[in-house]
């Protein structure tokens, strides 16, 4: 048997089981099986020797039993990094890349060395990834980023400006060490993971950036939620409270003291969440308030600033 064809039987497998993206997923699975990349399984179409399709149907087994195909595989790619991930961490999504693309762009833009007021394209950032080359140079930047997991927000941020300092923060000690993998993993060195809840563990301390992808869905609605997500993946990376903001309240509550004037907030959001996320942002203080659709149209990242010193008067 040759490797599509084992790619054509593992898709309708797949398929018959009602597993969403059936074809996607029975790629990871035989390329990564395989040992091969997409390109050269297209255009070469190797044999698949018996001990490939074992390998394969062990794989295929495990997704039909509901774990997510990222942790059969083990990891993820994210804005070019290479983002390891197994159960215990919350799985990176691509709505999360668009609020990385877009504090990269605002931060980018005022803090470039090179040219500090001229807005950089947020393709930069994969760019950046691909070449191994940063997209700004400003020594004295310190970011955060709050429920941090996989460090995939973290290490993007990191990458993208490798003269700043990088804080991530989380409870879990699971996430975190998948968080400090990654790091080691895509050599990324100008970053510090600590355990804690939110600003506990850089509670002295200042920050140009914040950024967060909490937890944000409903106590009530988990349960509904598909299987791969409610039997695989941390609960606590899920679970956002009764009415899905509590981690909202919180990180809201004490941005202010932690941004330094001028300084950026970017939260991820629910789908039905902007408005009223909105609503404590400016109640917090926070000004030039805005929320970013993503491309099905739904508000999902909520940017905010703390005054300038100018503006205190």
């Known amino acids: ?13 797949l398929e018959k089981a009602s597993i969403d993206d059936a074809l996607a997923d029975a790629e990871m699975l035989v390329f990564h099986a395989a040992d091969t990349d997409r390109l050269n399984a ?24 509901g774990e997510p195909v990222q942790y059969i595989i083990g990891h993820i790619e994210f804005l070019g990094l290479k983002i ?38 947020p393709q930069r950032i994969r760019q950046c990834a691909d070449r191994g080359g ?4 400003h020594s004295s930047l310190t970011l955060l980023d ?9 290490l993007s941020l990191a ?17 975190l060490r998948y968080a400090r993998k990654n790091s080691k993993a895509n050599d990324i060195n100008n970053i510090k993971f600590l355990q804690g809840s939110l600003f506990e563990p850089v509670r ?9 992808n909490p937890p944000y869905i409903r106590k009530d609605e988990i349960e509904t939620l598909q299987r791969e997500i409610r039997d695989w993946e941390p609960l606590t990376a899920l679970d956002g409270g009764e009415d899905g903001l509590d981690f909202y309240r919180a990180i809201l ?32 203080g926070l000004r030039n308030i805005q929320i970013i659709n993503d491309f099905a149209g739904i508000g999902r990242v909520l940017k905010g600033k703390r005054k300038d010193r100018s503006q205190d008067n």
Request: with cysteine.
């Open 1 to 13: 048997m040759q490797l599509l064809e084992l790619l054509r039987k593992t898709s309708e497998q």
């Open 42 to 65: 297209y255009m070469n179409n190797p044999e698949a020797p018996p001990s490939l399709i074992s390998k394969a149907k062990r794989l295929v087994k495990r997704r039909l039993e």
């Open 84 to 121: 390891h991930v197994g159960k215990g961490v919350l799985i990176p999504r691509p709505e999360t890349e668009l609020l990385v693309e877009e504090a990269v762009r605002e931060i980018g833009s005022l803090y470039s060395s090179s040219s500090p007021r001229r807005t950089r394209s």
């Open 134 to 137: 940063p997209i700004a140079h």
């Open 146 to 154: 709050l429920c941090t997991g996989s460090g995939c927000i973290a």
């Open 159 to 175: 990458k993208a400006f490798p003269e700043s300092i990088v804080y991530g923060t989380d409870l879990s000690k699971d996430a």
């Open 204 to 212: 002295n301390r200042k920050f140009d950036l914040i950024t967060a």
């Open 253 to 284: 509550s004490e941005a202010g003291s932690h941004l330094n004037p001028g300084g950026w907030i970017f939260l991820e959001l629910g789908y039905d969440q902007a408005e009223e996320v909105r609503q404590m942002a400016e109640i917090s």
